[in-house]
């Protein structure tokens, strides 16, 4: 059956250090791939999508990539700083799927001063 | 100026009762959605609608029935409601139901059946 990983156990870094989520995915083939943040007592909010031709985007100090030989995609928060603590869920758009998205469980990062 | 609203933010109601959460969106989108989170923070998908007809009905039991009176709206009622329907419930609207087209949610009802 289609699954999605993320780790569920929080990563812990020292505010100005780069943070890296991972998100693996099995028997999927995704045409899209979005990552959300999502905040304490709040719905998830979109950063970024990434096409499964795109090897990598930006935005700002944030940097998705896209392997879809290892079927994995992997989220960078450059700098980071006490306010990009939070729980970052990655979404899967199955390529027949129209319309329906597929979240994983979501990290939860905390950027420590 | 909300984007996605939901009301009640919290619902707690006790075992067999018949509750509604209520959904507006005043972004223009055609396409809504009802998404459940369980404890485990799994986000699920339940209902989507585009321009007020059903287009995705995962396996959600009957007692779960959508409404959505026009595009910009969509409600959720639950009959007879049990234990393992304690979760947060989140709307969601997108500018159509194609794939890449990124959501835009609510900040959830957080159910609590007694």
């Known amino acids: 059956s289609q699954k999605i990983e993320q780790n569920s156990e929080a990563l812990n870094i020292q505010e100005g250090k780069t943070a890296t989520l991972t998100c693996n995915y099995t028997?999927?083939?995704?045409?899209?791939l979005q990552w959300y943040r999502q905040d304490p007592g709040r719905g998830p909010v979109f950063l970024l999508l990434?096409?499964?031709?795109?090897k990598e985007k930006r935005k700002e100090r944030l940097k998705v990539t896209f392997d879809t030989t290892l079927k994995q995609s992997l989220f960078h928060i450059t700098a980071s700083q006490p306010a990009d603590s939070a729980t970052y869920l990655c979404?899967?758009?199955?390529?027949?799927?129209?319309?329906?998205?597929?979240f994983g469980q979501g990290t939860t990062l905390q950027v420590k001063p | 100026d909300t984007a996605v609203s939901q009301t009640p933010k919290y619902l707690v109601t006790q075992m067999g009762n018949d509750k509604s959460i209520k959904c507006e969106q005043n972004?223009?989108?055609?396409?809504m959605y009802w998404y459940k989170q369980d404890s485990k923070k799994f986000l699920k998908i339940m209902f989507s609608?585009?321009?007020?007809?059903?287009?995705i009905n995962e396996t959600v039991p009957n007692r779960f029935s959508p409404k959505s009176p026009d595009k910009a709206h969509l409600n959720l009622h639950i009959n007879s409601l049990e234990l393992g329907d304690s979760a947060v419930y989140f709307c969601?609207?997108?500018?159509?139901?194609?794939?890449?087209?990124?959501?835009?949610f609510g900040n959830g009802t957080r159910l609590t059946v007694t």
């Open positions: 609608y585009n321009n007020k007809e059903l287009i």
């Open positions: 969601a609207s997108s500018p159509s139901g194609e794939d890449g087209s990124p959501l835009h």
């Open positions: 990434i096409r499964e031709n795109e």
């Open positions: 028997n999927y083939s995704p045409a899209y």
């Open positions: 979404a899967l758009h199955g390529s027949s799927n129209t319309g329906k998205l597929i």
């Open positions: 972004l223009g989108h055609d396409t």
